[in-house]
């Protein structure tokens, strides 16, 4: 069943197509990597699907949820990472959706955050000011910030970007367990096409519109993938 329909999706981004024309589909408990070379239009399509950005042409429909109920990792900005607050702050702010116009979070919302910081192995930290930490240990606090706002589809933008390989490999088990464990639809833009081909199900490579989506095994056969890898073998 699709969680996700984009069809014929064209995004323009400072007065230039950035999107052209893609389309495919998501269905539940896919692990689906986006790649492809700087300027391809990742980033820009996923905030498409997010609502953050206007499409010039297409639709995006969701199936069985609501555009409120993903959760979404961004890339990180520096002044996000300086933001003052605590750890147990941040992960209970990604339950804001679901609290609507409510003055404070209900006691099935603070649960919620509870069981993302447990799910995360972040307990120790929840006291910690957020600003304070890793970077390794921000991305998994704004991962389980994501996961307080869906228990459906996780949109994760560049999650690994600027860690060390042991902080990466860690990230990438966590991800992999929430997608296997719990069922929830991943979604993540990577330019650690290495790492996309060894966790991801499927893959959709752009260069503003869709050179392959489909299954990563076809995908490591593809001259894209040959081309981007340097004519390496397979990872």
């Not at 076809?218 to 894209?224: F, I």
């Amino acid at each position: 069943m699709n969680i996700i329909t984009c069809q014929d999706v064209t995004i323009c981004y400072q007065g230039r197509e950035a999107v052209s024309h893609v389309s495919f589909s998501l269905e539940a408990g896919d692990y689906l990597c986006l790649v492809g070379e700087n300027g391809s239009g990742k980033s820009t399509l996923m905030k498409g699907i997010l609502g953050l950005v206007k499409l010039q042409s297409g639709s995006v429909e969701f199936h069985g949820m609501k555009r409120t109920e993903i959760g979404y990792l961004p890339q990180q900005t520096v002044v996000q990472r300086d933001f003052p607050a605590t750890v147990g702050e941040v992960v209970l702010s990604g339950c804001l959706n679901a609290r609507g116009m409510r003055p404070f979070y209900s006691k099935k919302e603070k649960q919620r955050a509870q069981d993302a910081i447990q799910q995360l192995g972040i307990e120790s930290l929840q006291k910690r000011s957020y600003r304070e930490l890793s970077g390794g240990q921000q991305q998994r606090v704004l991962l389980a910030r994501a996961l307080c706002a869906t228990k459906k589809l996780l949109l994760l933008d560049e999650p690994v970007n600027g860690l060390d390989p042991v902080v990466t490999a860690e990230l990438y088990a966590l991800i992999r367990r929430i997608n296997q464990e719990e069922g929830i639809t991943i979604l993540m833009v990577s330019h650690d096409l290495q790492g996309a081909v060894q966790q991801a199900g499927k893959i959709l490579h752009l260069r503003k519109q869709a050179l392959f989506f489909g299954p990563t095994e076809e995908y490591r056969t593809t001259n894209y993938y040959q081309h981007m890898t340097g004519g390496g073998s397979s990872a």
